[in-house]
Antibody, heavy 120, light 113 residues
Framework: EVQLVESGGGLVQPGGSLRLSCAAS????????MNWVRQAPGKGLEWVSY????????YYADSVKGRFTISRDNARNSLYLQLNSLRAEDTAVYYC?????????????WGQGTLVTVSS | DIVMTQSPDSLAVSLGERATINCKSS????????????LAWYQQKSGQPPKLLIY???TRESGVPDRFSGSGSGTDFTLTISSLQAEDVAVYYC?????????FGQGTKVEIK
């Protein structure tokens, strides 16, 4: 069974940093592209970042470019998102999502999410 | 970026009746060279993460009931729930993956009338 379990969320002050983690199991992690998608409270879905299976390709949404860094450790079956220079508008549930088979940009499995709250 | 617009924002349907959600993209998300439509649909129940229902506009994900169907091409797509069940109460999102960044519609809330 595919499982994605996020951790690392919490309350942080504006300008602060957090590191989110996603532990994957139940599939061959190093064969799949991975993504982070976020959802502000009561709002819709926003894709945040993508990393290819081999780490050769990385994309970011313009809203987080230069502040967030995606990475992965295939030996540990883990995905990460480093969040720096956080703003109030970054407050959201952050989901780890597996890329669809064939390396396409839809998301076939999602974690339960971890809440990041940016507030003073 | 491709803008995805869903209609309606919400709808209330009687149990056993049909529910139809529309999704329009600001540019075509169909690739003529391979005849593929880069459009997915997700279901999000209250307090849960989204769940993939349909990809390639009309391919049902494994385990998704056949009362869910997707159709459309170019810029206009539809998700149909042929006979609404109580467990289908949720917010539904369309998403294009034709180009980066992948973008979502604003969501359509489906309730029981």
């Amino acid at each position: 069974e595919v499982q994605l379990v996020e951790s690392g969320g919490g309350l942080v002050q504006p300008g602060g940093s957090l590191r989110l983690s996603c532990a994957a199991s139940g599939f061959n992690f190093n064969s799949y592209e991975m993504n982070w998608v976020r959802q502000a409270p009561g709002k819709g879905l926003e894709w945040v970042s993508y990393i290819s299976s081999s780490v050769s390709t990385i994309y970011y949404a313009d809203s987080v470019k230069g502040r967030f860094t995606i990475s992965r450790d295939n030996a540990r079956n883990s995905l990460y998102l480093q969040l720096n220079s956080l703003r109030a508008e970054d407050t959201a549930v952050y989901y780890c999502a597996r890329g669809g088979s064939g390396s396409y940009f839809f998301f076939d499995y999602w974690g339960q999410g971890t809440l990041v709250t940016v507030s003073s | 970026d491709i803008v995805m617009t869903q209609s309606p924002d919400s709808l209330a349907v009687s149990l056993g009746e049909r529910a139809t959600i529309n999704c329009k993209s600001s540019q075509s998300v169909s690739y003529s060279s391979n005849n593929k439509k880069y459009l997915a649909w997700y279901q999000q129940k209250s307090g849960q993460p989204p769940k993939l229902l349909i990809y390639w506009a009309s391919t049902r994900e494994s385990g998704v009931p056949d009362r869910f169907s997707g159709s459309g091409s170019g810029t206009d797509f539809t998700l149909t729930i042929s006979s609404l069940q109580a467990e289908d109460v949720a917010v539904y999102y369309c998403q294009q993956y034709y180009s980066t960044p992948p973008t979502f519609g604003q969501g359509t809330k489906v309730e029981i009338k």
